[in-house]
Protein backbone atom coordinates (compact mmCIF):
# COMPACT_ATOMS: atom_id res chain seq x y z
CA UNK A 1 0.00 0.00 0.00
CA UNK A 2 1.53 3.47 -1.29
CA UNK A 3 -0.21 6.64 -0.36
CA UNK A 4 0.78 10.10 -0.45
CA UNK A 5 0.58 12.44 1.99
CA UNK A 6 0.22 16.29 1.12
CA UNK A 7 0.13 19.45 3.33
CA UNK A 8 -1.55 21.88 1.04
CA UNK A 9 -0.07 25.67 0.43
CA UNK A 10 0.44 28.29 -2.25
CA UNK A 11 3.77 29.28 -1.10
CA UNK A 12 4.94 25.85 -0.34
CA UNK A 13 3.10 22.30 -1.17
CA UNK A 14 4.79 19.62 1.42
CA UNK A 15 4.57 15.64 -0.13
CA UNK A 16 5.36 12.25 1.64
CA UNK A 17 5.23 8.80 0.24
CA UNK A 18 4.64 6.30 3.00
CA UNK A 19 4.39 2.76 1.89
CA UNK A 20 3.15 0.45 4.69
CA UNK A 21 4.73 -3.32 4.35
CA UNK A 22 4.01 -5.68 6.72
CA UNK A 23 2.18 -3.25 9.27
CA UNK A 24 5.72 -1.15 8.73
CA UNK A 25 4.93 2.37 7.61
CA UNK A 26 8.23 3.35 5.47
CA UNK A 27 8.85 7.11 4.12
CA UNK A 28 9.59 6.33 0.63
CA UNK A 29 9.96 10.05 -0.82
CA UNK A 30 9.56 13.33 0.66
CA UNK A 31 9.73 16.97 -0.66
CA UNK A 32 7.94 20.15 -1.59
CA UNK A 33 6.59 21.98 -4.20
CA UNK A 34 7.59 25.19 -3.95
CA UNK A 35 6.37 28.57 -5.76
CA UNK A 36 7.51 31.75 -6.74
CA UNK A 37 5.90 34.87 -4.81
CA UNK A 38 6.94 36.93 -7.47
CA UNK A 39 4.71 35.39 -10.30
CA UNK A 40 0.64 35.58 -10.67
CA UNK A 41 -1.37 32.91 -8.33
CA UNK A 42 -3.05 31.39 -11.39
CA UNK A 43 0.76 30.44 -12.35
CA UNK A 44 1.78 29.05 -9.12
CA UNK A 45 -1.41 27.12 -9.27
CA UNK A 46 -0.39 25.85 -12.47
CA UNK A 47 2.92 24.83 -11.57
CA UNK A 48 1.57 22.96 -8.80
CA UNK A 49 -0.97 21.30 -10.48
CA UNK A 50 1.77 20.25 -12.92
CA UNK A 51 4.38 18.94 -10.05
CA UNK A 52 1.47 17.56 -8.31
CA UNK A 53 0.85 15.83 -11.71
CA UNK A 54 4.03 14.32 -11.91
CA UNK A 55 4.86 13.55 -8.17
CA UNK A 56 1.35 11.09 -8.61
CA UNK A 57 2.93 9.74 -12.04
CA UNK A 58 6.01 8.72 -10.46
CA UNK A 59 5.05 7.59 -7.48
CA UNK A 60 1.68 5.38 -8.55
CA UNK A 61 0.21 6.29 -4.65
CA UNK A 62 -2.80 3.51 -3.88
CA UNK A 63 -4.57 6.88 -1.83
CA UNK A 64 -3.85 10.19 -0.69
CA UNK A 65 -4.25 12.21 3.06
CA UNK A 66 -4.49 15.20 2.21
CA UNK A 67 -4.77 18.12 5.01
CA UNK A 68 -8.46 19.74 5.74
CA UNK A 69 -9.16 23.11 5.87
CA UNK A 70 -10.49 23.81 9.32
CA UNK A 71 -9.77 27.09 10.84
CA UNK A 72 -7.07 29.98 9.85
CA UNK A 73 -5.61 32.19 12.29
CA UNK A 74 -4.35 34.53 9.54
CA UNK A 75 -7.48 35.40 6.79
CA UNK A 76 -4.84 36.54 4.09
CA UNK A 77 -3.88 32.78 3.56
CA UNK A 78 -7.32 30.85 3.81
CA UNK A 79 -8.20 31.50 0.31
CA UNK A 80 -4.79 30.59 -1.52
CA UNK A 81 -4.35 27.97 0.14
CA UNK A 82 -7.72 26.62 -0.35
CA UNK A 83 -7.39 27.12 -4.35
CA UNK A 84 -3.98 25.38 -4.19
CA UNK A 85 -5.74 22.76 -2.08
CA UNK A 86 -8.63 22.81 -4.63
CA UNK A 87 -6.14 22.12 -7.83
CA UNK A 88 -4.61 19.63 -5.79
CA UNK A 89 -7.54 18.01 -4.85
CA UNK A 90 -8.70 18.02 -8.83
CA UNK A 91 -5.05 16.39 -10.12
CA UNK A 92 -5.89 13.78 -7.17
CA UNK A 93 -9.74 13.20 -8.84
CA UNK A 94 -8.46 13.09 -12.38
CA UNK A 95 -5.99 10.20 -11.49
CA UNK A 96 -8.82 8.35 -9.39
CA UNK A 97 -6.93 8.24 -6.45
CA UNK A 98 -9.18 7.78 -3.12
CA UNK A 99 -9.04 10.95 -0.83
CA UNK A 100 -8.80 11.09 2.57
CA UNK A 101 -9.11 14.41 4.30
CA UNK A 102 -7.68 15.25 7.98
CA UNK A 103 -7.97 18.40 9.89
CA UNK A 104 -5.33 19.64 11.96
CA UNK A 105 -6.59 18.81 14.90
CA UNK A 106 -7.49 15.06 13.21
CA UNK A 107 -4.11 14.59 12.75
CA UNK A 108 -2.57 15.59 16.09
CA UNK A 109 -5.00 13.21 17.66
CA UNK A 110 -3.89 10.46 15.39
CA UNK A 111 -0.96 11.05 15.60
CA UNK A 112 0.02 12.01 19.45
CA UNK A 113 -2.87 10.83 20.88
CA UNK A 114 -3.57 15.17 22.13
CA UNK A 115 -5.43 17.70 19.44
CA UNK A 116 -3.77 20.01 20.60
CA UNK A 117 -0.28 18.54 20.28
CA UNK A 118 2.84 21.38 18.97
CA UNK A 119 4.52 20.98 15.82
CA UNK A 120 7.43 20.05 17.86
CA UNK A 121 5.35 17.00 19.81
CA UNK A 122 4.14 16.02 15.92
CA UNK A 123 7.62 16.00 14.58
CA UNK A 124 9.12 13.71 17.39
CA UNK A 125 6.67 11.33 16.96
CA UNK A 126 6.56 10.81 12.91
CA UNK A 127 10.12 10.89 13.31
CA UNK A 128 9.98 7.42 15.69
CA UNK A 129 6.61 6.06 13.69
CA UNK A 130 8.61 5.84 9.63
CA UNK A 131 11.80 4.30 8.93
CA UNK A 132 14.22 6.76 6.74
CA UNK A 133 17.53 7.73 6.89
CA UNK A 134 17.48 11.41 7.44
CA UNK A 135 14.37 13.21 8.59
CA UNK A 136 13.09 16.84 6.40
CA UNK A 137 13.29 19.89 7.62
CA UNK A 138 11.01 21.51 6.49
CA UNK A 139 7.33 21.95 8.54
CA UNK A 140 5.44 21.05 5.31
CA UNK A 141 7.08 17.86 4.63
CA UNK A 142 7.00 17.15 8.37
CA UNK A 143 3.49 17.46 8.25
CA UNK A 144 2.95 15.64 4.95
CA UNK A 145 4.25 12.50 6.47
CA UNK A 146 1.88 13.20 9.26
CA UNK A 147 -1.41 13.47 7.70
CA UNK A 148 -0.27 10.45 4.92
CA UNK A 149 0.52 8.38 8.83
CA UNK A 150 -3.29 9.40 9.56
CA UNK A 151 -4.36 7.15 6.66
CA UNK A 152 -2.04 4.37 7.41
CA UNK A 153 -3.29 4.55 10.98
CA UNK A 154 -6.89 3.98 10.16
CA UNK A 155 -7.76 0.40 9.85
CA UNK A 156 -11.20 1.66 8.31
CA UNK A 157 -9.39 3.05 5.16
CA UNK A 158 -7.23 0.19 4.82
CA UNK A 159 -10.42 -2.23 4.40
CA UNK A 160 -12.12 0.16 2.34
CA UNK A 161 -9.03 -0.38 0.09
CA UNK A 162 -8.88 -3.99 0.54
CA UNK A 163 -5.30 -3.40 2.08
Not at 15 to 22: G, L, M, P, T
Not at 79 to 89: K, N, T, W, Y
Amino acid sequence: MRVIGIDPGLAIVGYSIIDKINGENILFSSGSIQTDKSKTDASRLYEIESDMQTIIDKYKPNAASIEKLFYFKNQKTVIPVAEARGVILSVLEKNKIPIYEYTPIEVKQMITGYGRASKDEVAQIVKMSVKYKTMPKLDDTIDSIAIALCFSRNEINLEKLNV
